[in-house]
C-alpha cells in the first residue's frame, strides 16, 4: 500500500474554506516558519479511496470474532456511536456557562450514579481517559489519604499481584510508590501467606484485578482486602474485568475502596483502534474529597459543578473523554435493571462453553469453572511438536479469526487468553473451537504450516527486530 | 429491556447443560456469599426507539451556540466532510490496539502517517502515536528529562494554559519533582524571572506559544537561557497556528507537543482530544507512549509494526517510561485526514484567516470605548481585552443572541476569531457589544 505522502502530488488541492474576508494580517517574517509542512496534498476521491485500501487491511469487531483476553471486544452498538454524533453533544464548546451545558452535565451525573451502584462505590470521577489513567488516579485517592494522615512518608508501597497487568506496576511508580510483586498459589489466586507476609506499616495499598487476569474469581476475596485493611492500607480494584461480575458481585462489597473501570471493554464503546477510551475512577465516601477537579455533582435543577474540598488537582482538561461516556451512558440505559447482570453472565456462560470444548485437547492452565475468560497453556503442545502460542495465534489470522491475547498474564509462559464475549452466539463458538481443534491437530501433524503462519494475510510475520534496531519512524521523503 | 445477546433462552439454557449446570447462578458459586448482589438499583432496560428519544432528550438541554468567539483551549475550526465520513469507518472504529500487524497494516500505518505529519507540523525528528490530551502531553513532556537524581525540577510558564499547569502539578507532585511557575508579565511569561528560575537541577522548561492569552512568547530568548543552564525545553503550540507560524524546531526546542483537537476533532464538551507529541531524535527513546515504525515482513514487503516497545510498561512494569498503554488512535487518524484533505494550502489558509480575523476583531473591538488590548504584544487568533461592564454580563446579552462570547478572565475578556468567524460575523457582534454597553450606562 502507498503511503499518503506516495499519493500527493503537487498543486492538487480541496476547495474547503472560503477566501479571507478581511484584510490578510501581516506578521513579521522573524515569527514566520521557512518552509511549509511537507503535508500531502491529494484530491478527495484519492484520500478517501486510500482510507478505503486501509480500512481493508484493519480487523474490527464487526469484521469477525475478537476473543481478545483481557480486552472485552464485545460489539460496539450502533445507535450508541448516533447518539454520541448529535450535534448537542459535539457542537459544545467545554467553558460554555454551566447554565448552558445542563444536558452534558445529566449525561455525566447520571453515569456516575449508575456506575457508582455496578461497582458498589459511592462517587465517580469520569475524567481519566483510559484505563492506566485511571489505575493512576485512583492510586492518588490512596497517596493523599495517607497523606491527610501524615503517614505518606512510610506507607510507600504497593503490592501488585505477578500475574497484574504490566499498567499497575507502571502507574504505582508514577504515583509515587514502590512495587511490591507477590506471588500466585497453585489454585491461580493470591497465596495468602505470600500477602500476609509482605503487608506492614510501610503498605500503602494493594491493586488487584478480580476475577484475575487468569478468568478467575479469587475465593479468598474477602480475607485479601481484609489483610491490607488490618495492616493500614487501601484496595483497588482493577476494572479489566469488570464484564464478569456486573450485577452479581461488587468491588465495593468485596472490600475494594476504590475502582476504576474501562468504559470502551465493560460498557461497549469501540476501541478505536487503540482509542479514545474512558477510565472513569469510583471511590468509598471516605475518599471522594480527594477526587480530581471539577466534581459533577446533583442540583436542585438537574447536575452542575463543584469542587471536591481536598481535591487532587486535574489530571487530564476539562472532563474526560465526554462523548465516549455519552456512548458508555445510552447502553447502560439501553440494558438497564435486567440487561446488565444478563450481560456479565452471558459472558461467563460462553467463556466456560469453549472451555469445555478445547479441553479435551488443549491443557487448561488452571483447570477450574471460570469467568469471562480462560487460559489455556501451549506449554506442552511446545514441548511435544515446537509450536507455539504466536504459531497459534497466527496460525488462526488464516481463519479470519482474531487471535486471543498471548503471552499474558506471564505466569504462563505460553499464554493464549481467550474472551468471547456475550454478543457472540453458540455458532461462533463452535466454530471457532471447531477451529481451533484443527489447528491443534495440524500442529502435531504439521508443524510447519503452524510456523510459517499466517499464509492468507497480505503481509507474513514482520521483522520486528529489524524495527526496534533501525528504527524507521516517520516517511522519508526524497 | 433491550440486548446485545444473540443466544435465546433456550439456547442459553442447552449450554449451561452442557457444562453440568442448571442455572446461572451456579456460574458464580465460587464468589463469597458476603460479595453477591442479588440486584442492582437502576432503571428498566429500554428498547432503542426509547434510548434514541432519552438522549436525544437530554443533548437537547445543552444550548448549541451559532457563533463561537471563545477557545482558551478548545477551538472551533472547520472539519471537512471526508474526516468525518472516513473516521467513521466500522473496522477503524472498532479495532482494538493493533499488536496483530499481519491484520492491522491499516491502523499501523495511518499512525505512521499521522506521525510524519506531526513532525512535519512542529519541525521534530520524531513522533509518538498520541497520548490523551494537550495537558497530559505537557505533563509526559517535562517527565521526560527527569532523572530522579541529578534533574528534579521542572519550571512552568505561568502564561500557559491553566489546566495544563494543573495537570502538570499532578503528574509532577506524584514523582516528588520540584515544579516552579514563573509569573507572569504583560501577558507573557517573565522571562528574567524565568532565568532566575532555571538552574542545573532542572530537567525541563515548559512553555507554552500562542500561550494562554494568545500571545507569541519570545520563545528563542527562553530556549537560549534554559539551554544555557542545562535543561531541556518542551513547547506547547497551537497546531493550527504552524501552518504559518515558526516552528518548536526551529526556535530549538526539544520537545513539541500541543492539543491537536484543532485539527478536525469537534468541540465535544472537552473531549475525547489527542495529545501530540514530538522531540528531537537524542530524545527519542524517552519518548512515552505508542510509536509505530517501518520494517519489513518474511518476504522482504514493507510494513509497519509497534515499536521500540522496550519504553513500554508491558515490558518494563515498574520501570516503563510512563504507564500509557494506548493512544488515541481514532483520533490520531482524525488529525491526520484533516491534514491530509488540508494540505500545506489549506492549512496556511486556516492560520492566516483566525490570525486576520483575531486582528479584525481587536481593531473593531477596541473603537469600542474602554475595550482596550491588556498587551501590545503579538498575538495569533485569541487576545486578552478589557470590559467596560461586567464580561458575564455581556455574555449573557450575547447569548441571547446566539453567540458564545469570550472567556471571562479577572474582569478582563479573552476573545478568540478562526477562519469560522467571517467578517459579517465579528461586525454582527461588534455592533452587538456596542449596543450592549450603550444599555448598561
Given at each position: 500500500m502507498k503511503l499518503l505522502f506516495e499519493i500527493s502530488s503537487s498543486g492538487r488541492r480541496q476547495s474547503l474554506l472560503p477566501d479571507c474576508d478581511v484584510n490578510e494580517y501581516k506578521f513579521d517574517?522573524?515569527?514566520?516558519?521557512s518552509e511549509a509542512p511537507r503535508l500531502p496534498e491529494i484530491s478527495e476521491v484519492d484520500l478517501d479511496r486510500h482510507y478505503t485500501e486501509l480500512a481493508g487491511e484493519t480487523f474490527g469487531v464487526n469484521s469477525g470474532f475478537y476473543p481478545l483476553g483481557s480486552c472485552t471486544m464485545k460489539y460496539n452498538p450502533k445507535v450508541n456511536e448516533e447518539l454520541a454524533s448529535l450535534r448537542g453533544f459535539?457542537?459544545?464548546?467545554?467553558?460554555?456557562p454551566e447554565s448552558t451545558v445542563k444536558g452534558s452535565l445529566e449525561v455525566m451525573g447520571r453515569t456516575q450514579a449508575m456506575l457508582c451502584e455496578i461497582t458498589g462505590m459511592d462517587k465517580m470521577t469520569l475524567?481519566?481517559?483510559a484505563g492506566a489513567h485511571g489505575e493512576y488516579t485512583g492510586l492518588l485517592l490512596i497517596r493523599n489519604y495517607h497523606r491527610d494522615r501524615g503517614e505518606l512518608g512510610r506507607r510507600t508501597k504497593i503490592i501488585v499481584p505477578?500475574?497484574?497487568?504490566?499498567t499497575n506496576p507502571a502507574s504505582a511508580v508514577m504515583a509515587g510508590f514502590t512495587v511490591v510483586s507477590v506471588p500466585s498459589n497453585a489454585q491461580g489466586g493470591v497465596d495468602l501467606d505470600a500477602l500476609r507476609a509482605a503487608v506492614g506499616d510501610d503498605t500503602a495499598g494493594l491493586m488487584l484485578t478480580n476475577p484475575n487476569t487468569l478468568g478467575l474469581?479469587?475465593?479468598?476475596i474477602l480475607e485479601i482486602t481484609k489483610i491490607i485493611h488490618d495492616a493500614g492500607g487501601l484496595c483497588y480494584y482493577d476494572?479489566?474485568?469488570?464484564n464478569a461480575v456486573?450485577?452479581?458481585?461488587r468491588p465495593g462489597d468485596m472490600g475494594f475502596d476504590c475502582v476504576h473501570v474501562n468504559l470502551h471493554k465493560t460498557f461497549s464503546t469501540p476501541h478505536g483502534g487503540g482509542g479514545p477510551g474512558s477510565g472513569p475512577v469510583g471511590c468509598k465516601s471516605f475518599l471522594?474529597?480527594?477526587?480530581?477537579?471539577p466534581e459533577i455533582v446533583e442540583t436542585a435543577d438537574g447536575y452542575g459543578f463543584s469542587e471536591a474540598e481536598n481535591s487532587m488537582g486535574?489530571?487530564?482538561?476539562?472532563?474526560?473523554n465526554f462523548l465516549v461516556v455519552v456512548r458508555a451512558f445510552a447502553y447502560m440505559l439501553t440494558l438497564g435493571r435486567q440487561g446488565i447482570p444478563e450481560a456479565s453472565e452471558n459472558a461467563v456462560l460462553n467463556a466456560n462453553y469453549m472451555m469445555r470444548k478445547l479441553a479435551p485437547a488443549y491443557k487448561?492452565?488452571?483447570?477450574?469453572?471460570?469467568?469471562h475468560e480462560f487460559v489455556m497453556d501451549i506449554g506442552p503442545l511446545k514441548d511435544e511438536v515446537g509450536v507455539n502460542a504466536m504459531d497459534i495465534a497466527k496460525r488462526l489470522l488464516d481463519f479470519g479469526i482474531h487471535p486471543p491475547t498471548?503471552?499474558?498474564?506471564?505466569?504462563?509462559?505460553e499464554a493464549l487468553m481467550i474472551e468471547p464475549t456475550e454478543t457472540e452466539s453458540k455458532e461462533t463458538l463452535d466454530r471457532a473451537c471447531e477451529v481451533l481443534l484443527e489447528i491443534f491437530k495440524e500442529a502435531k501433524e504439521n508443524p510447519e504450516l503452524l510456523h510459517s503462519a499466517?499464509?492468507?494475510?497480505?503481509?507474513?510475520?514482520?521483522?520486528e527486530v529489524n524495527a526496534a534496531r533501525n528504527p524507521v519512524l516517520k516517511y522519508i521523503f526524497e | 429491556m433491550g440486548s446485545y445477546i444473540p443466544n435465546t433462552v433456550d439456547e442459553r439454557l442447552e449450554m449451561l447443560k452442557s457444562l453440568?449446570?442448571?442455572?446461572?447462578?451456579e456460574l458464580y458459586s465460587v464468589v463469597p456469599e458476603a460479595a453477591?448482589?442479588?440486584?442492582?438499583d437502576l432503571p428498566d432496560g429500554l428498547s432503542e426507539m426509547e434510548t434514541v428519544a432519552a438522549v436525544s432528550r437530554i443533548a437537547a438541554k445543552n444550548k448549541v451556540f451559532d457563533s463561537i468567539f471563545r477557545g482558551a483551549g478548545a477551538y472551533c475550526h472547520y472539519i471537512p466532510s471526508v474526516v468525518k465520513a472516513i473516521t467513521s469507518k466500522e473496522d477503524f472504529v472498532t479495532a482494538?490496539?493493533?499488536?496483530?500487524a499481519e491484520i492491522s497494516q491499516g491502523v499501523l500505518q495511518s499512525i505512521f502517517e499521522y506521525q510524519t505529519q506531526i513532525c512535519e507540523l512542529t519541525g521534530m525528528d520524531v513522533s509518538n502515536a498520541?497520548?490523551?490530551?494537550g495537558a497530559t502531553a505537557a505533563a509526559e513532556a517535562v517527565l521526560m528529562?527527569?532523572?530522579?537524581?541529578r534533574k528534579k525540577k521542572v519550571v512552568v510558564s505561568g502564561a500557559a494554559d491553566p489546566q495544563v499547569i494543573k495537570v502538570i502539578r499532578t503528574y509532577c507532585d506524584s514523582r516528588n519533582v520540584e515544579v516552579t511557575v514563573v509569573p507572569v508579565k504583560d501577558c507573557a511569561t517573565d522571562t528574567e524571572a524565568l532565568r532566575s528560575a532555571v538552574?542545573?537541577?532542572?530537567?525541563t522548561v515548559y512553555i507554552q506559544?500562542?500561550?494562554?492569552?494568545?500571545v507569541l512568547e519570545d520563545a528563542e530568548d527562553i530556549i537560549s537561557a534554559s539551554h544555557e543552564a542545562g535543561a531541556k525545553v518542551a513547547m506547547g503550540v497551537n497546531?493550527?497556528?504552524l501552518g504559518i507560524m515558526k516552528t518548536p524546531g526551529e526556535y530549538g526546542a526539544d520537545i513539541a507537543c500541543g492539543e491537536?483537537?484543532?485539527?478536525?476533532?469537534?468541540?465535544?464538551?472537552?473531549?475525547p482530544y489527542i495529545g501530540f507529541m514530538a522531540a528531537k531524535k537524542d530524545m527519542m527513546r524517552k519518548l512515552p507512549g505508542r510509536i509505530v515504525g517501518q520494517t519489513v515482513d518474511a518476504d522482504g514487503r514493507r510494513c509497519f509494526v509497534l515499536t521500540l516497545?522496550?519504553?513500554?510498561q508491558h515490558i518494563r512494569?515498574?520501570?516503563?517510561?510512563?504507564?500509557?498503554?494506548?493512544?488515541e488512535a481514532l483520533c490520531a487518524m482524525t488529525v491526520s485526514v484533516y491534514l491530509a484533505a488540508m494540505g500545506p494550502e489549506g492549512l496556511k489558509k486556516a492560520a492566516v484567516c483566525s490570525a486576520s480575523h483575531a486582528h479584525y476583531l481587536a481593531k473593531e473591538l477596541s473603537k469600542?470605548?474602554?475595550?482596550?488590548?491588556?498587551?501590545?504584544r503579538e498575538f495569533f487568533d485569541e487576545f486578552l481585552m478589557t470590559c467596560p461592564v461586567d464580561p458575564d454580563k455581556l455574555n449573557e446579552k450575547l447569548a441571547e443572541n446566539g453567540i458564545l462570547g469570550g472567556l471571562p478572565i479577572d474582569g478582563n475578556i479573552l476573545w478568540c476569531a478562526t477562519e469560522m468567524n467571517g467578517k459579517a460575523d465579528i461586525d454582527r457582534l461588534v455592533a452587538l457589544v456596542a449596543d450592549i454597553v450603550k444599555e448598561a450606562e
Open positions: 517574517p522573524s515569527l514566520l516558519r459535539t457542537g459544545i464548546h467545554p467553558l460554555q475524567q481519566p481517559a505477578e500475574s497484574a497487568h504490566g474469581f479469587d475465593p479468598g476494572g479489566a474485568n469488570l456486573m450485577g452479581h458481585a471522594a474529597k480527594y477526587l480530581p477537579s486535574k489530571v487530564r482538561s476539562f472532563y474526560g487448561i492452565a488452571y483447570d477450574a469453572q471460570c469467568m498471548m503471552y499474558f498474564p506471564l505466569i504462563v509462559h499466517p499464509n492468507d494475510c497480505s503481509i507474513s510475520r514482520p521483522d | 453440568g449446570l442448571s442455572s446461572f447462578d453477591r448482589v442479588r440486584e442492582l482494538y490496539t493493533p499488536y496483530q498520541s497520548v490523551y490530551d528529562n527527569v532523572d530522579g537524581r538552574d542545573r537541577e532542572t530537567a506559544s500562542p500561550n494562554y492569552y494568545g497546531p493550527i497556528s491537536g483537537q484543532p485539527l478536525g476533532l469537534p468541540l465535544s464538551f472537552g473531549g516497545q522496550a519504553r513500554e512494569r515498574e520501570k516503563a517510561s510512563s504507564n500509557i498503554c494506548s493512544n469600542l470605548d474602554g475595550f482596550e488590548l491588556v498587551s501590545g
